[in-house]
């Protein structure tokens, strides 16, 4: 497994911006997809973006399209996730995810993704 932190969560108003990073413990997790999921109290984890091992493919949950970004430095073993636009709904736990296995095809189940993070709280304030 892989180990991973993420780090840059915090209070923002409405409307703000949040940048969020997810440091792996190994370089081979360039090979593995990643995943940033939430959840918010009272309610189940539900997938934010992923993207695949280059970063040529990335994919977002309805909610957060045009507002979030995804993206990787292979070279410094860290995702991370861009969110602009934030709203009071975005308040949640957020949690990074590396794929189960590398190279693998889907990155947007819970099933497909096998080491977390502890997590990184979110708090929008309206």
């Known amino acids: 497994q892989v180990q991973l932190v993420e780090s840059g969560g915090g209070l923002v108003q409405s409307g703000g911006s949040l940048r969020l990073s997810c440091a792996a413990s190994?370089?081979?997790?360039?090979?593995?997809?990643m995943g940033w999921f939430r959840q918010a109290p009272g309610k189940e984890r539900e997938f934010v973006a992923g993207?695949?091992?280059?970063?040529?493919?990335?994919y977002y949950g309805d909610s957060v399209k045009s507002r979030f970004t995804i993206s990787r430095n292979n070279a410094k073993n860290t995702a991370y996730l861009q969110m602009n636009s934030l709203k009071s709904e975005d308040t949640a736990v957020y949690y990074c995810a590396a794929q189960r296995v590398p190279y693998g095809l889907g990155f947007k189940a819970e099933t497909d993704f096998g080491s977390w993070g502890q997590g990184t709280q979110v708090t929008v304030s309206s």
């Open positions: 993207i695949n091992w280059s970063g040529s493919t990335t």
């Open positions: 190994r370089r081979t997790v360039s090979t593995y997809a």
